[in-house]
């Protein structure tokens, strides 16, 4: 969410964005919102006047009483009502206004930064660089829902009984297999600082529209019906939520966050056939991590964060790649964002496993997370999140990358305490 003031200074820099984004039909927004805020300030300035004028009069009124004058008291009292039901008026008017300039405001995108490369979608997302070496071997890699049966590791056929498509139950190996995973992850992020968080899985309206857009809430969020609550799709959501309405201190800054917990999402439209199985479902479980900084360390911060999944990747033997997100891919409040792609040796390329974002102030705007400078001046913060990892997807890269030519899928060393010390898991 923009700053009005940056808006109303530099429409054509807001316009010039929009089209970046291949959003031409909200370029009308842009004069739609000036004029209301015009019109809202103007409003504002006739109620700060008759504000003044009515503590005036109260004080006239005052005085005449005191010198016996009553007639020419009531006068001024029929002024001073006269007044208040303009200021009435005014007050109304300033509500709707404000509702209208809001409501537009948060539809505006978010300006993106200058290195972002242009492009309408993800087609257009640029390779940043490579992390190890992309092996086929020289055995066929089965599907990965047949990986994990092999194991008697997964049912779906249960899981669309008791809950519909989009679900699993993951069982055995496969299941302790996913636990590791996780517990790994955290311990791998809390060996780099970051504090380790569990939040609500729940959050009110007020949270979700402060952390992400209408449309990816219309596709991602699932209500609780008969309550003003919405389950998460992304723990990043109630961690960022965590700070609403606060103003914290920058000598506390960085908060660097590292949490845990499952996301569901509607996961709306048709998919392809590598999107069946465990890759594109409503529940899964995910560790991410989050940080609060200041504006001025965002650039770093983001950095660090997509470094942290590379990283944890590769302890784990998957090749991966990273990738620059094109101007059209980014969603609106993202200032800059770059997905961790791992290697399928199946299906011969990359694929999706994490996404690293800089929102720069628009969360906090939205969420009003300020904070106070050492000389007493508030500002807001910049916010950042990136994927630690969240299986069951990744498991599909994890299980592709080690499965060996016997069947059995060896166990990285890294993993292998969360495992019971096991080197390798085999089939039934």
Same mark, same amino acid.
């Given at each position: 969410?923009? =700053?009005?003031?940056?808006?109303? /200074?530099? &429409?054509?820099?807001?316009?010039?964005?929009?089209?970046?984004?291949?959003?031409?039909?909200?370029l009308p927004l842009v004069d739609e919102v000036i004029a209301l805020d015009k019109e809202r300030r103007e409003?504002?300035?006739?109620?700060?006047?008759?504000?003044?004028?009515?503590?005036?009069?109260?004080?006239?009124?005052?005085?005449?009483?005191? /010198?016996?004058?009553?007639?020419?008291? /009531?006068?001024?009292?029929?002024?001073?009502?006269?007044?208040?039901?303009?200021?009435? /008026?005014?007050?109304?008017?300033?509500?709707?206004?404000?509702?209208?300039?809001?409501?537009?405001?948060?539809?505006? &995108?978010?300006?993106?930064? &200058?290195?972002?490369?242009?492009?309408?979608?993800? !087609?257009?997302?640029?390779?940043?660089?490579?992390?190890?070496? &992309?092996?086929?071997?020289?055995?066929?890699?089965?599907?990965?829902?047949?990986?994990?049966?092999?194991?008697?590791?997964?049912?779906?056929? +249960? +899981?669309?009984?008791?809950?519909?498509?989009?679900?699993?139950?993951?069982?055995?190996?496969?299941?302790?297999?996913?636990?590791?995973?996780?517990?790994?992850?955290?311990?791998?992020?809390?060996?780099?600082?970051? !504090?380790?968080?569990?939040?609500?899985?729940?959050?009110?309206?007020?949270?979700?529209?402060?952390?992400?857009?209408?449309?990816?809430?219309?596709?991602?969020?699932?209500?609780?019906?008969?309550?003003?609550?919405?389950?998460?799709? !992304?723990?990043?959501?109630?961690?960022?939520?965590?700070?609403?309405?606060?103003?914290?201190?920058?000598?506390?800054?960085?908060?660097?966050? !590292?949490?845990?917990?499952?996301?569901?999402?509607?996961?709306?439209?048709?998919?392809?056939?590598?999107?069946?199985?465990?890759?594109?479902?409503?529940?899964?479980?995910?560790?991410?991590?989050?940080?609060?900084c200041k504006p001025e360390e965002s650039p770093m911060w983001f950095d660090k964060l997509w470094q942290n999944?590379?990283?944890?990747?590769?302890?784990?033997?998957?090749?991966?790649?990273?990738?620059?997100?094109?101007?059209?891919?980014?969603? =609106?409040?993202?200032?800059?964002?770059? =997905?961790?792609?791992?290697?399928?040796?199946?299906?011969?390329?990359?694929?999706?496993?994490?996404?690293?974002?800089?929102?720069?102030? +628009?969360?906090?705007?939205?969420?009003?997370?300020?904070?106070?400078?050492?000389?007493?001046?508030?500002?807001? +913060?910049?916010?950042?999140?990136?994927?630690?990892?969240?299986?069951?997807?990744?498991?599909?890269?994890?299980?592709?990358?080690?499965?060996?030519?016997?069947?059995?899928?060896?166990?990285?060393?890294?993993?292998r305490p969360y495992m019971g010390g096991k080197t390798e898991i085999r089939k039934k």
């Open positions: 969410m923009l =700053d009005i003031k940056f808006l109303r /200074e530099n &429409p054509d820099a807001v316009k010039e964005n929009i089209k970046k984004k291949f959003q031409d039909d909200k409003c504002q300035q006739e109620a700060d006047n008759l504000k003044a004028s009515r503590n005036t009069l109260s004080k006239q009124i005052g005085a005449l009483m005191k /010198e016996g004058k009553k007639d020419e008291a /009531e006068k001024v009292k029929a002024e001073v009502q006269a007044d208040a039901d303009r200021l009435s /008026e005014l007050d109304k008017n300033l509500s709707e206004l404000e509702e209208k300039v809001n409501k537009i405001m948060m539809v505006i &995108p978010q300006m993106i930064d &200058p290195s972002v490369p242009i492009g309408e979608d993800d !087609t257009h997302n640029v390779e940043i660089e490579k992390f190890g070496d &992309p092996v086929v071997p020289d055995f066929e890699i089965p599907y990965h829902t047949e990986i994990m049966e092999s194991f008697d590791g997964i049912d779906l056929d +249960a +899981a669309g009984r008791v809950a519909g498509n989009g679900f699993y139950y993951l069982m055995g190996d496969i299941a302790r297999l996913h636990s590791a995973v996780i517990s790994y992850a955290r311990d791998f992020m809390i060996d780099r600082g970051f !504090t380790y968080c569990v939040p609500p899985f729940m959050i009110r309206s007020n949270v979700v529209t402060g952390v992400m857009s209408f449309a990816e809430m219309d596709a991602m969020m699932y209500k609780i019906e008969g309550e003003d609550l919405y389950l998460i799709g !992304t723990s990043e959501h109630s961690m960022i939520g965590k700070f609403i309405d606060q103003i914290v201190d920058e000598e506390k800054l960085p908060y660097t966050l !590292t949490s845990y917990s499952p996301c569901f999402r509607k996961e709306k439209g048709s998919h392809g056939i590598e999107e069946r199985g465990v890759y594109r479902i409503h529940q899964f479980e995910k560790q991410e991590m989050i940080v609060v999944t590379v990283d944890l990747f590769r302890s784990l033997d998957i090749p991966v790649r990273t990738l620059e997100c094109c101007s059209g891919d980014l969603a =609106d409040l993202k200032v800059k964002s770059l =997905d961790v792609e791992a290697w399928s040796p199946r299906q011969k390329k990359y694929f999706e496993v994490g996404s690293c974002s800089n929102l720069g102030d +628009a969360q906090a705007r939205r969420l009003k997370i300020r904070v106070k400078a050492k000389d007493g001046n508030k500002y807001l +913060a910049h916010t950042l999140n990136n994927t630690v990892v969240a299986p069951p997807r990744m498991l599909i890269a994890f299980l592709e990358n080690n499965l060996q030519a016997d069947g059995s899928v060896r166990i990285p060393e890294v993993l």
